[in-house]
Structures are given as structure tokens and as C-alpha cells.
Antibody, heavy 124, light 107 residues
Framework: EVQLLESGGGLVQPGGSLRLSCAAS????????MSWVRQAPGKGLEFISG????????YYTDSVKVRFTISRDNSKNTLYLQIDSLRAEDTAVYYC?????????????????WGQGTMVTVSS | DIQMTQSPSTLSASVGDRVIITCRAS??????LAWYQQKPGKAPKLLIH???SLESGVPSRFSGSGSGTEFTLTISSLQPDDFATYYC?????????FGQGTKLEIK
């Protein structure tokens, strides 16, 4: 069964850091681009970052550029999101998502598999 | 950035109804559009990709159409399991952007 399992969320003070993980199983992880999408409480979905299968290309939206770092360890079938300088507006459920088809870039298709999400709360 | 606007924001309907949700894009593009269903407390689920291609395992009562700046999701006969929030997403141009969502409620 194709599965994604996020971890690493929690309560953190403004200015703090977290590293989110997304463990993948059931598919050849290194072949697929992966992304992070977040959802603030009661709000819609926001795509924030993507990474190619080889980790050779990455993308960040302007709202998270500089503060967020996406990476992956294909030997461990795991995707990461390092979040620094956290702000209250970063409070959200963070989902990892698999791109539907094999491609060499960081994106290029819809997201066909999603994790269950991990909650990040930024508050003093 | 391409802005995606869904209408309506909320839709009240009954089991058996045919419903249509519209997604309008601020710029024209080909068929790189997806539709997702999300239930409270759950992750989104892919229903439609490439504007009209039904994802494997998704019931055939769901269909998508459109190109350019206007896309639609149609549910031909609403079932109790279909009451949820629906999002469109363009993956034509970065950043990939979602519509604000359409909440489908029971009338």
C-alpha cells in the first residue's frame, strides 16, 4: 500500500525551528517528486515547496523562501521540511504529497497520495 | 501567480442532485488542473487530474471538464459520502495554486 506518514509537528515559540519528516512506503520513492502543502486552521490549501526525485531541483513559494528548506533522503525513503524563524502565520497542518507521475522536475503533475498531516502551532 | 477562484463557496444540495462547481483562473492555460475532495480532519483526496481524467478508484459520478480559464467539476448524482469540501488546483505554472474551496452541504 502506498503510504506517507508525517511527523515532527508540535508547539513552538515564535522565532523557533522545527524539522518535519515524511516517511514514504509502497512505491519507489526516488522516482517521484514530492511536495509540502499546508492548511491553516479553517482555511484552504497552500502549496509551499517541492523537490525533484533526485533532489536536484527545488521550489519554494515567496511566503516561505529563505526560512524553509526542503530535502529528501532517498536511502531512507524520507522527505523533510526544515522550518526556521517560525511566525504565528505558519500555524497550520502540514501535509506531504506525492506527485502523480515520474518526472525529472520538482513538480509537473497533481498530487495523488497525501499524508495524514502534522500540526505546527506557533505561539508564545 | 495564477489566481484560482471557485464558485460557489458554499453549495447546499440533496442526495441524488446533480451539482456543478466552477473554477476560474486568472490566466489561461491548458488542461493542467486537478480537483480534490477533503473531509474534516482528513487529507485531500485526488479526484480528477488533467482537467477531465478520473483518478483510479474514484466513482464515475465525478467528472471534470474545461480549458483556458474556466473548469468545472460535476457530480452527477450526489451520494451521502460526497458531502465535503472541494478544491481545484492548477499545476501549469509555479507556484501551484489552489482555489479557496467549495463546501458542499446537505440541504
Amino acid at each position: 500500500e502506498v503510504q506517507l506518514l508525517e511527523s515532527g509537528g508540535g508547539l513552538v515559540q515564535p522565532g523557533g525551528s522545527l524539522r518535519l519528516s515524511c516517511a514514504a512506503s509502497g512505491f519507489t520513492f526516488r522516482n517521484y517528486a514530492m511536495s509540502w502543502v499546508r492548511q491553516a486552521p479553517g482555511k484552504g490549501l497552500e502549496f509551499i515547496s517541492g523537490i525533484s526525485g533526485s533532489a536536484g531541483s527545488t521550489y519554494y513559494t515567496d511566503s516561505v523562501k529563505v526560512r524553509f528548506t526542503i530535502s529528501r533522503d532517498n536511502s531512507k525513503n524520507t522527505l523533510y521540511l526544515q522550518i526556521d524563524s517560525l511566525r504565528a502565520e505558519d500555524t497550520a497542518v502540514y501535509y506531504c504529497a506525492k506527485t502523480r507521475r515520474v518526472a525529472g522536475t520538482w513538480g509537473g503533475d497533481a498530487f495523488d497520495v497525501w499524508g495524514q498531516g502534522t500540526m505546527v502551532t506557533v505561539s508564545s | 501567480d495564477i489566481q484560482m477562484t471557485q464558485s460557489p463557496s458554499t453549495l447546499s444540495a440533496s442526495v441524488g442532485d446533480r451539482v456543478i462547481i466552477t473554477c476560474r483562473a486568472s490566466q489561461s492555460f491548458t488542461r493542467w488542473l486537478a480537483w480534490y475532495q477533503q473531509k474534516p480532519g482528513k487529507a485531500p483526496k485526488l479526484l480528477i487530474h488533467k482537467a477531465s481524467s478520473l483518478e483510479s478508484g474514484v466513482p464515475s459520478r465525478f467528472s471534470g471538464s474545461g480549458s483556458g480559464t474556466e473548469f468545472t467539476l460535476t457530480i452527477s448524482s450526489l451520494q451521502p459520502d460526497d458531502f465535503a469540501t472541494y478544491y481545484c488546483q492548477q499545476y501549469y505554472s509555479s507556484p501551484y495554486t489552489f482555489g479557496q474551496g467549495t463546501k458542499l452541504e446537505i440541504k
